[in-house]
Nanobody
Framework: QVQLVESGGGLVQAGGSLRLSCAASGRTFSTYVMAWFRQAPGKEREFVAAIRWSSGSTYYGDSVKGRFTISRDNAKNALYLQMNSLKLEDTAVYYC?????????????????????WGQGTQVTVSS
């Protein structure tokens, strides 16, 4: 089992930046890919970005390409999401997730059901 805990959410003005963190503990060696998803009220959970833990290869959702950057620190078992040029529509609860079955990133990384482990989420609110 892998435990994931997100932090770093908060209130930010449109155009601003925020950095989310996700601390992983437990059987982290069994996790190949980690990702960020988000969920706004009344909407389905949406893929944001994924990263292959070993190589750092990344894959992004179209709505955040060029604005968000996913990264990881293997030594700290930490996942990050740097969010720049934030928009009102980025407001959501952000979740980190771990995939213990697939070892590469790609279009398949977008599917919620592919992930085994989830954090509790952190709220990001973008104001005008």
């Amino acid at each position: 089992q892998v435990q994931l805990v997100e932090s770093g959410g908060g209130l930010v003005q449109a155009g601003g930046s925020l950095r989310l963190s996700c601390a992983a503990s437990g059987r982290t060696f069994s996790t190949y890919v980690m990702a960020w998803f988000r969920q706004a009220p009344g909407k389905e959970r949406e893929f944001v970005a994924a990263i292959r833990w070993s190589s750092g290869s990344t894959y992004y959702g179209d709505s955040v390409k060029g604005r968000f950057t996913i990264s990881r620190d293997n030594a700290k078992n930490a996942l990050y999401l740097q969010m720049n040029s934030l928009k009102l529509e980025d407001t959501a609860v952000y979740y980190c997730a771990g995939d213990r079955r697939r070892s590469t990133v790609g279009p398949w990384s977008m599917y919620v059901d592919n992930y085994n482990d989830w954090g509790q989420g952190t709220q990001v609110t973008v104001s005008s």
